[in-house]
């Protein structure tokens, strides 16, 4: 199946540095979503973006659609140790009628030292 | 909130054995999914329904099937566990249509095949 390049694969970081992390694809995406897993959770949604070129925040996170639409990237500002955790982005496809579909990258981990 | 809820969080299961893995969801979400996630693969999707009794295969269905008798309930079967099954296993569900329409994700089930 389909799966997305995600890089970095892992990052450890000091406490208040600065992140930064992408997705590339060979296919075209409707919506890209950035998601967080905290150990032993199910994936959270962070961000989520629907136009290409958009720029979102949220608190210390931004994401942005690349224009292409084939490209996205994720960075967290001034990093504290509860950021830890798998971050995943995912583009999600229209199937049809009521369908979608997320085809995920294979995921980030960040480990901040205190 | 949208709630997506796992019955079970964590498994241990004989080789052979059949296992079954319960999802609700309480948000009257049309579209439900199944995902493995393991180390450096990310999230692949297993089946997914976009409606009562429909199925659908993802990218991974080899050696699953799946049932949805009731629009808020999504059960994985394993119809005969095997080693190469162990793994977390999450469920998701989300609205119907195209772009815009977020995933939400179960906390997971831990699958550990002896």
């Known amino acids: 199946g389909q799966q997305l390049n995600q890089s970095p694969q892992s990052m450890f970081i000091q406490e208040g540095e600065d992140v930064s992390m992408n997705c590339t694809s060979s296919?075209?995406?409707?919506?890209w979503l950035w998601y967080k897993q905290d150990p032993g959770e199910g994936p959270v949604l962070l961000i989520a973006?629907?136009?290409?070129?958009e720029l979102t925040s949220n608190g210390r996170l931004t994401a942005q659609f690349g224009i292409t639409r084939k490209d996205s990237f994720l960075n967290i500002s001034a990093s504290i140790p509860s950021d830890v955790g798998i971050y995943f982005c995912?583009?999600?496809?229209?199937?049809?009628?009521?369908?979608?579909?997320?085809?995920f990258g294979t995921g980030t981990l960040l480990a901040v030292q205190p | 909130d949208v709630k997506v809820t796992q019955s079970s969080r964590y498994l241990v299961k004989r080789t052979g054995e059949k296992v079954f893995l319960e999802c609700v969801q309480d948000?009257?979400?049309?579209?439900m999914f199944w995902y493995r996630q393991d180390p450096g693969l990310g999230l692949r999707l297993i089946y997914f329904?976009?409606?009562?009794?429909?199925?659908e295969k993802g990218d991974i269905p080899e050696g699953y099937s799946v049932s949805r008798e009731k629009k808020e309930r999504f059960s994985l079967i394993l119809e005969s566990a095997s080693t190469n099954q162990t793994s977390m296993y999450l469920c998701?569900?989300?609205?119907?249509?195209?772009?815009?329409?977020?995933?939400?994700f179960g906390e997971g089930s831990w699958l550990t095949v002896v």
């Open positions: 998701a569900s989300s609205l119907p249509g195209g772009s815009g329409n977020t995933i939400y």
């Open positions: 296919s075209i995406f409707n919506t």
């Open positions: 973006l629907y136009k290409a070129g």
């Open positions: 995912a583009g999600q496809t229209w199937l049809g009628g009521a369908t979608n579909k997320l085809i």
């Open positions: 948000m009257d979400h049309e579209n």
């Open positions: 329904s976009y409606d009562v009794k429909m199925k």
